[in-house]
């Protein structure tokens, strides 16, 4: 039996009340680490780091999936604040957004110093 529409919505709040717990560095983490957790988006970078700025059909070169998994993949790191990029016509230009890549470096740097913290004092 299907469920009305509105329990949806109940899920839906229930999971916001949940990520409510977390801090706001915990949640800035989470969403860091899934948007690195693919081998294809660390190549993105790369790519992006490289050539400094780069076209869409530039970074589809460089890896072995389709231009649509590529934008996909451009739109989660987009999302994630570590790419900007701008659509002009056609064309999509990218490049790494090198202030909140730096700010993702210090929140990882920070969360393994405190578990390096955490480890010297337990079992």
């Known amino acids: 039996m ?6 949806l919505k109940t899920g839906l ?3 916001k009340a949940q990520m409510d717990r977390f801090t706001d560095a915990q949640q800035d983490l989470a969403r860091l680490a899934k948007a690195l957790s693919h081998p294809a988006r660390i190549v ?3 790519v992006l780091a490289a050539r400094k ?3 869409c059909g530039e970074v589809v070169d460089e ?11 451009l739109k989660v790191l987009k999302e994630a604040g570590l790419v900007s990029g701008e659509i002009e016509g056609a ?3 990218y490049c ?7 700010q993702a470096q210090d929140l990882i740097s920070t969360w393994f110093k405190r578990a390096d913290d955490i480890k010297r004092s337990c079992c």
């Open 2 to 7: 299907l469920r009305p529409v509105n329990h």
């Open 13 to 15: 709040d229930m999971a």
């Open 44 to 46: 993105i970078l790369e």
């Open 53 to 55: 700025v780069c076209l």
């Open 63 to 73: 890896l072995p999936l389709s231009q649509a998994t590529v934008s996909q993949h």
């Open 91 to 93: 064309r999509s230009c």
């Open 96 to 102: 790494v957004d090198w202030k909140s890549l730096s």
